[in-house]
């Protein structure tokens, strides 16, 4: 008998991504989790994936269970109910490691950008042949016919460790994660094991001097802008539609390619991308075809015009994040007051990061708050409340709430900025709702 996946924690991005996939190449899947709505879950009801309570009747004898990272025995009652009765698990990147190695696999690594750049990746790999993946904003694509795998590969407790690609792109190496990594030095250091676990090629950001000190066991590949890198990103031209610009590869040229995003951030995305398709043999006219038409991921510069305003969702909780999603606010809205709205995401990251936090903000024309979201993984939430944060931004920063978001329509002629990687969208509906009621009393 076919077993089935059961997942413990089915609507996290990486879970929700690999249930889809599993479904996709025909295996029974189902999984657990919260009443709570979370935007994963859209996909898996869509693809008609039974999502269950949590409940110690879901662990029977005929399911393989794939247990998300979050979920402890004394906060879960599955995870509890499966270590007493000794019923095994898989944590989600335990299962994933075992489960490429049926795979010709590429992996993308990196505090920041490593969920766009898996994305563009995965959506030119597959547009080029048959690929499965995995991307962090929970999308899943499988094929029980495909030779080719591209997954996203997260940093956080080491995770990344049971992987073994055959090529990676790393795309940045910066403190983040304080509740666990201890410091930068100890942030390079599982970047440079994971590196060493690649076999055929290793794609690095080359302007990073973090990434430049990582040693490994395949060729190193450096992108960049400047001269120095083997892949160098050149003419470029940044519009209101997107950006274009140039690839050399040691001096040779490998031609003009164009992509409809914004931010500089954006085209060493691509770079890289391009860097790791011509390294592995592919056709860059079929690589320069389908960068065009990559629309991007879920909540990473999300648009949407409601009643006439433009509002931009970003997933962005970091301090390098802020200034990459603020560059491409500018690139495309350049004669719009640019108006950030940012949830710090954990307390030990505002801690750590506070005077970085509010240095980034500051490249927004107005600022506004809400209140640090928290994480469960946190025990001590510290001394740091987001009237800290408000102080130290030379703009004037306004904190708002949920219920009360109407400081924001002081700005007639702007684009408003919603990052944050907490529930920083429940106040982005909250002001929806305030211009589509404005809308309708006026009518």
Same mark, same amino acid.
């Given at each position: 008998?076919?077993?089935?996946?059961h997942?413990i924690?089915?609507k996290g991005?990486?879970m929700?991504?690999?249930?889809?996939m599993?479904?996709?190449?025909g295996?029974?899947?189902?999984g657990?989790?919260?009443e709570?709505?979370y935007?994963t879950?859209r996909?898996?009801?869509?693809?008609?994936?039974?999502?269950?309570?949590?409940?110690e009747?879901?662990?029977?004898?005929?399911?393989?269970v794939i247990?998300?990272?979050a979920f402890?025995?004394?906060?879960?009652?599955?995870?509890?109910?499966?270590d007493?009765n000794?019923?095994s698990y898989?944590?989600?990147?335990?299962?994933?490691? !075992?489960?490429?190695?049926?795979?010709?696999?590429?992996?993308?690594?990196?505090?920041h950008?490593?969920?766009?750049t898996?994305g563009?990746?995965?959506?030119?790999?597959?547009?080029i042949?048959?690929t499965?993946?995995?991307?962090?904003?929970?999308?899943g694509?499988?094929?029980a016919?495909?030779?080719?795998?591209v997954f996203?590969?997260?940093?956080?407790?080491?995770?990344f460790?049971p992987y073994?690609?055959?090529y990676?792109i790393?795309?940045?190496?910066?403190?983040?994660?304080p509740?666990?990594?201890?410091?930068l030095?100890? $942030?390079?250091n599982?970047?440079?094991?994971y590196?060493?676990q $690649?076999?055929?090629?290793?794609?690095?950001?080359g302007?990073d001097?973090?990434?430049?000190?990582?040693?490994?066991?395949?060729?190193?590949?450096?992108?960049?802008?400047?001269e120095g890198?083997?892949?160098?990103?050149?003419?470029?031209?940044?519009s209101?539609?997107?950006?274009?610009?140039?690839?050399?590869?040691?001096?040779?040229?490998?031609?003009?390619?164009?992509?409809p995003?914004?931010g500089?951030?954006?085209?060493?995305?691509?770079?890289a991308v391009?860097?790791?398709?011509?390294?592995a043999?592919?056709?860059?006219?079929?690589v320069?075809?389908?960068?065009?038409?990559?629309?991007g991921?879920k909540?990473?510069?999300?648009?949407?015009?409601?009643n006439?305003?433009?509002?931009i969702?970003?997933?962005?909780h970091?301090?390098?994040?802020?200034?990459a999603?603020?560059?491409?606010?500018?690139q495309?809205y350049p004669?719009?007051? !640019?108006?950030?709205?940012?949830?710090?995401?954990?307390f030990?990251r505002?801690?750590a990061?506070?005077?970085?936090?509010?240095?980034?903000l500051?490249?927004?024309?107005?600022?506004?708050l809400?209140?640090?979201?928290?994480?469960?993984?946190?025990?001590?939430h510290?001394d740091?409340k987001?009237?800290?944060l408000?102080?130290?931004?030379?703009?004037k920063?306004?904190i708002?709430t949920?219920?009360n978001?109407?400081?924001?329509?002081?700005h007639?002629?702007?684009?408003? $900025?919603?990052?944050?990687?907490g529930?920083?969208?429940?106040y982005?509906y909250?002001?929806?709702r305030?211009l589509?009621?404005?809308?309708?009393n006026?009518q």
């Amino acid at each position: 008998m076919t077993k089935t996946y059961h997942f413990i924690g089915i609507k996290g991005s990486g879970m929700s991504a690999l249930a889809l996939m599993l479904h996709q190449m025909g295996h029974q899947v189902q999984g657990s989790d919260v009443e709570k709505y979370y935007f994963t879950q859209r996909g898996l009801e869509q693809a008609g994936i039974k999502i269950l309570p949590f409940d110690e009747k879901n662990l029977q004898a005929d399911v393989e269970v794939i247990a998300g990272n979050a979920f402890r025995p004394d906060n879960n009652l599955e995870i509890a109910y499966a270590d007493a009765n000794g019923i095994s698990y898989k944590r989600y990147h335990e299962f994933l490691g !075992i489960f490429m190695r049926n795979f010709v696999s590429m992996g993308v690594a990196g505090v920041h950008g490593k969920t766009s750049t898996t994305g563009m990746l995965a959506h030119v790999w597959s547009n080029i042949t048959d690929t499965s993946y995995l991307i962090g904003d929970g999308t899943g694509r499988g094929s029980a016919n495909a030779k080719y795998f591209v997954f996203e590969a997260d940093e956080y407790e080491r995770h990344f460790m049971p992987y073994h690609p055959e090529y990676s792109i790393i795309t940045n190496i910066d403190f983040d994660h304080p509740d666990y990594f201890t410091s930068l030095e100890d $942030v390079f250091n599982a970047f440079n094991d994971y590196a060493k676990q $690649v076999s055929k090629g290793l794609f690095v950001y080359g302007e990073d001097k973090e990434l430049r000190r990582v040693t490994a066991n395949a060729p190193i590949y450096y992108y960049g802008f400047k001269e120095g890198n083997d892949f160098i990103a050149h003419d470029l031209l940044r519009s209101t539609t997107g950006s274009s610009f140039k690839v050399s590869f040691r001096g040779q040229e490998l031609g003009e390619f164009k992509i409809p995003s914004f931010g500089r951030h954006n085209i060493m995305n691509a770079t890289a991308v391009i860097g790791l398709l011509y390294t592995a043999g592919f056709d860059l006219n079929l690589v320069r075809e389908h960068l065009v038409t990559f629309g991007g991921v879920k909540r990473r510069f999300t648009e949407k015009v409601v009643n006439g305003t433009t509002i931009i969702d970003d997933f962005a909780h970091h301090p390098t994040e802020i200034i990459a999603t603020l560059d491409a606010a500018r690139q495309k809205y350049p004669s719009k007051e !640019i108006v950030a709205i940012f949830q710090p995401h954990t307390f030990t990251r505002t801690i750590a990061l506070l005077d970085e936090f509010a240095e980034a903000l500051n490249q927004a024309d107005a600022v506004y708050l809400a209140q640090i979201y928290g994480s469960a993984r946190e025990v001590d939430h510290g001394d740091v409340k987001v009237e800290d944060l408000a102080e130290k931004i030379i703009k004037k920063a306004e904190i708002i709430t949920v219920d009360n978001v109407s400081p924001l329509l002081e700005h007639p002629n702007a684009v408003y $900025v919603f990052m944050g990687a907490g529930d920083i969208q429940t106040y982005e509906y909250s002001f929806e709702r305030l211009l589509s009621n404005l809308t309708s009393n006026v009518q």
